[in-house]
């Protein structure tokens, strides 16, 4: 997949749509300052599967490291963000 | 575009010769996987497996390299896997080993770290990069395989003791870290088996002190490791199963 630079509306709205669609998480729960494991209840395991929706919506590869910060849904958006552009 | 179903593989290392070799045999009838039979050196006796798999009528292939090469093992299964997209391996039995007996006090630091590399690092090297395809799969079955030296500890073998008793460890923790993705791991840890490894042992001395009174077979081995591979033994994780004649329990 090609990388394109991408607005961040558009990356919350993809993060938002495969956390629903593809790991259960209700959509009331999602919200900018939610704990990634604790609100959405994403186990450490989880992160494995993040690892690959995010190659497939965005084409870049995260590292277990890359998650080292992220605790809230705002920094991982930011994680991404910041990858891709 | 429809996804295509993904062509399931299982992965033998050291899978060229004697216990390696009754395993790929055994899955190959028992399991319905593809059998990837790695080597390192012996490309002859791979080949010789290979054959006696697609006897058994099933699809085989062979892969070289070297688990206690961490750049190797990375590099070979890059190339595997851009070749095979549609691959998932979900069954690794880590098996690949080698010795260096002799006693302690004279041995070396390569024999030390040789036997280390190879039993514990291949094990790392090998495992950890399956892994996250794994995981991702949601279904996997490893199979370590040790010995009852890592268990009892043998005179004569204090570097293979060591890296056959560090593997029983790592598997019983991985176990506990991966059991919610059905995927199990597990140990196997024969005792003395007919092959390459026990050729200079002396059997008629040795079979005085093992109840059974007779070397293991590989194939008895490899019956068991094929159960332990199936979805039947889906509830058996973190153990390390003895299949030595009850010389050790």
């Known amino acids: ?66 998650f080292v910060n992220v ?7 930011n994680l991404i963000e910041a990858k891709i552009n | 575009m429809e996804k295509q179903p993904k062509k399931k593989y299982a992965l033998v290392t050291g899978g060229s010769r004697g216990i390696g070799r009754a395993i790929c045999i055994q899955l190959a009838k028992d399991s319905g996987y593809s059998i990837l039979i790695n080597y390192n050196h012996n490309e ?37 896997f851009q070749k095979n997209e549609n691959a998932v391996i979900e069954v690794v039995i880590n098996n690949a080993g080698i010795n260096k007996d002799g006693l302690f006090v004279w041995m070396k630091s390569e024999d030390w770290n040789s036997v280390l590399n190879t039993s514990l690092n291949g094990f790392y090297n090998v495992t950890n990069y399956l892994m996250q395809q794994m995981l991702v799969n949601k279904y996997g079955r490893i199979i370590n395989m040790v010995s009852v030296s890592g268990l009892k500890g ?21 176990a506990q ?28 001395e040795l079979k005085k002190m093992i109840p059974v009174n007779r070397f293991g077979e590989a194939e008895e081995v490899a019956h068991l490791v094929s159960f332990l591979a199936s979805k039947n033994a889906s509830y058996i994780t973190g153990e390390v199963i003895n299949i030595n004649g009850g010389i050790y329990s």
């Open chain 2, 44 to 80: 002859a006796a791979a080949l010789e497996t290979l054959k006696e798999v697609e006897n058994a009528g099933t699809k085989g292939e062979i892969l070289k390299f070297d688990v206690a090469n961490a750049e190797s093992v990375q590099k070979t299964f890059d190339g595997w």
């Open chain 2, 177 to 204: 870290e991966i059991a919610k993705r059905n995927i199990t791991v597990n140990a196997v840890a024969p005792g003395f088996i007919n092959s390459d490894m026990t050729a200079g042992l002396d059997e008629k």
């Open chain 1, 71 to 77: 605790v809230t849904l705002q920094d991982f958006y």
């Open chain 2, 154 to 174: 043998t005179a004569g073998q204090v570097n293979y003791s060591a890296a056959k008793g560090a593997v029983v460890g790592a598997t019983k923790a991985l």
């Open chain 1, 1 to 66: 997949m090609q990388l394109v630079a991408m607005n961040r509306e558009l990356i919350v709205e993809k993060i938002n749509y495969f956390l629903v669609d593809e790991f259960e998480v209700e959509k009331d729960d999602i919200h900018p300052s939610a704990n990634l494991k604790e609100t959405l209840e994403l186990d450490s395991l989880d992160f494995v599967d993040l690892v690959v929706a995010v190659e497939s919506n965005f084409g870049v590869k995260l590292k277990g490291d890359d």
